[in-house]
């Protein structure tokens, strides 16, 4: 089954305690990026990558590092976290950049920044 | 940089009937795409439609159509014969084509209520 699978799904962390959420796709997608939905704000693109080791900065990259190390994984990691990176984040994958009906998304990480 | 503009935060629609989510974009660009995605309260994203922009036909799957009016940069979309299970937020979002660039830009979403 094609999926995206993001962990933890639920996290409550203190500020300033670095963690990382991963992400896998078993579908050998090139792209995959991670997203932050907040509350009237929409999904807003944090990073991208167009393939190993090839990764650029979204609309609000702040705060977050990202590496592509296998084609399969694009972990999103929080150095040190602050409570306004409290957030749900999604990752998505898709095979390449013009097929833009394949976009698959993982079922979100709610992450609580205390 | 693109931008998406959804005017409506929240709607609601009689069961059974019709409702019309508006959505606006702006971008220089001429090869790109355009999709409704829905957010139920589980918080899945599900692509409910999408349009190439240099097709000139509405997109359709079964209750879902598209109005698209590329000169005027609008995507709205219509929800026939509405449903209990079509109640969600509506994202509509854009993404460009081309060498170097994979950013997909959503707007703020429409919160749709069916009412039974």
């Known amino acids: 089954e094609a999926q995206v699978t993001q962990n933890p799904r639920y996290l409550i962390t203190v500020t300033g305690k670095k963690l990382t959420v991963t992400c896998s796709q078993n579908m050998n997608h090139e792209y995959m990026s991670w997203y932050r939905q907040d509350p009237g704000l929409g999904l807003r693109q944090i990073y991208y990558s167009m393939n190993v080791e090839v990764t650029d900065k979204g609309d609000v990259p702040e705060g977050y590092k990202v590496s592509r190390k296998e084609k399969r994984n694009f972990p999103l990691i929080l150095e040190s976290p602050s409570p306004n990176q409290t957030s749900l984040y999604f990752c998505?994958?898709?095979?390449?950049?013009?097929?833009?009906?394949?976009?698959?998304f993982g079922e979100g990480s709610w992450l609580t920044v205390v | 940089a693109q931008t998406v503009t959804q005017s409506q935060p929240e709607m609601s629609v009689q069961e059974a009937e019709t409702v019309t989510l508006s959505c606006t974009y702006d971008?220089?660009?001429?090869?790109?795409?355009l999709f409704w995605y829905k957010q139920p309260p589980s918080r899945q994203m599900i692509l409910v439609i999408r349009?190439?922009?240099?097709?000139?036909q509405n997109a359709t799957e079964n209750r879902f159509s598209v109005n698209f009016q590329k000169a005027a940069k609008s995507f709205s979309l219509k929800i026939s014969d509405s449903q209990l299970g079509d109640t969600a937020m509506y994202f509509c979002?854009?993404?460009?084509f081309g060498a170097g660039s994979y950013q997909l830009t959503f707007g703020k979403g429409t919160k749709l209520s069916v009412i039974p």
């Open positions: 349009q190439e922009a240099y097709k000139q």
């Open positions: 998505a994958s898709s095979l390449y950049r013009n097929s833009g009906n394949t976009i698959y």
């Open positions: 979002a854009f993404m460009k």
């Open positions: 971008t220089s660009e001429n090869n790109y795409y």
